[in-house]
Nanobody, 125 residues
Framework: QVQLVESGGGLVQPGGSLRLSCAAS????????MGWFRQAPGKEREFVAG????????YYADSVKGRFTISRDNAKNTVYLQMNSLKPEDTAVYYC??????????????????WGQGTQVTVSS
């Protein structure tokens, strides 16, 4: 049974940082593109960032470009999302997801086969 488990969420002040982690029980983790999505209350789930199989290609939503960094450690079956300069509008439940389609530019929810349960990120003073 495939499991994606996110961690690292919490409450942070505007301008602060958080690092999210997602541990995946995928046997061939290195052949999955990994993505981060988020869903704020009353809004649709939206793409945040994606990273290709080897980690050399990344893609970001315009709203987080320059502030967030996605990375992966294939030896640990883990993908990360480093979030800096956080804003109140970044408040959401953050989900990691996996797809067998290679390439970081996978921003469609329908492309992803596996999803984590989500971790809450709240940016507030």
């Amino acid at each position: 049974q495939v499991q994606l488990v996110e961690s690292g969420g919490g409450l942070v002040q505007p301008g602060g940082s958080l690092r999210l982690s997602c541990a995946a029980s995928l046997r061939t983790f290195s052949t999955y593109t990994m993505g981060w999505f988020r869903q704020a209350p009353g809004k649709e789930r939206e793409f945040v960032a994606g990273i290709g199989w080897g980690g050399g290609s990344t893609y970001y939503a315009d709203s987080v470009k320059g502030r967030f960094t996605i990375s992966r450690d294939n030896a640990k079956n883990t993908v990360y999302l480093q979030m800096n300069s956080l804003k109140p509008e970044d408040t959401a439940v953050y989900y990691c997801a996996a797809t067998r389609n290679n390439g970081a530019r996978r921003y469609s929810i329908s492309e992803y086969n596996y999803w984590g349960q989500g971790t809450q990120v709240t940016v507030s003073s």
